[in-house]
């Protein structure tokens, strides 16, 4: 088994990309049959955008060298050809973002955990919000909203007090920021399959950016949000620290 290796640019995820390397080799990305990023959900994060940029589709298993690891395996040196061999996998889909700003200009982005908006200034945000072309809230005055994968619901989605979704639920989950008008308005669960409008009101007394994990466009007029199904990234998991195992745990804590 050929494997890559790849870690962000602590002291710890490089030490320990070079003792993996010593000791199972370093391939190409184009060859390796398994990747493996080594630090935290943001470096795994940083590699799957990559992935869908430079289009690579290998299995990925990552183990944490950084701070929550959500994402990953946690990091051992030994036996990893066989842990990688006794692994689960899981495909998680991206979602895809079309912004378009008071210029005119588009910006496309991909986003494995979310799609949100915010607020740019002291003024709240005033949004109307359409499903599948169906206005469902004509003025949501907020900070923000976001639209959250299965994958990436356990992140900012749930520290904005939105749902965890269970991995392969084929839904996602639509959470508010700091809601003032519909003051008790907490989201909605949305079909996977639709498609997400969000036309920024009063843009110019009320600015708002997008951001798509990373990915930050400022000074929006409207957003399209959607889940990309052409677009499948494979992890794997050790059978005893799954995806879906995580997830299901998630919603028993304190």
């Avoid at 895809?96 to 908006?117: I, P, Q, R, W, Y």
């Avoid at 992890?235 to 879906?244: G, T, V, Y």
Wanted: hydrophobic share 40%; proline share 5%; charged share 20%.
């Amino acid at each position: 088994m050929k494997l890559h290796f790849f870690s962000n640019e602590t002291d710890i995820a490089q030490n320990a990309q070079a003792t993996l390397e010593k000791r199972y080799g370093q391939a190409s990305l184009e060859t390796a049959d398994v990747i493996v990023p080594l630090g935290g959900d943001g470096t795994m994060l940083s590699f799957l955008h990559k992935t869908v940029v430079e289009d690579i589709d290998t299995p990925i298993y990552g183990m944490n060298q950084g701070s929550l690891g959500f994402l990953l395996n946690p990091y051992e040196e030994t036996d990893l050809l066989d842990r990688i061999h006794q692994a689960g996998s899981v495909d998680i889909h991206p979602l895809k973002m079309c912004a378009t700003t008071h210029n005119g200009d588009t910006h496309e982005a991909v986003a494995f955990n979310e799609v949100s908006l915010m607020r740019e200034t002291r003024q709240a945000a005033k949004l109307e919000i359409a499903i599948n072309k169906t206005v469902r809230l004509p003025e949501l005055v907020c900070d923000g909203i976001m639209v959250a994968t299965p994958a990436g619901s356990t992140a900012y989605n749930l520290s904005a007090h939105g749902p965890i979704l269970p991995i392969g639920a084929n839904v996602l989950a639509l959470t508010p920021i700091s809601a003032f008008r519909p003051r008790r308005w907490k989201g909605a669960l949305i079909r996977e399959k639709s498609t997400f409008e969000f036309s920024v009101m009063e843009a110019d007394k009320r600015p708002v950016s997008v951001t798509a994990d990373s990915t930050e466009v400022r000074d929006i007029a409207s957003v399209k949000v959607w889940s990309s199904k052409n677009i499948a990234r494979q992890l794997l998991f050790n059978p005893n620290h799954n995806l879906e195992e995580r997830v299901l745990k998630e919603q028993f804590l304190n």
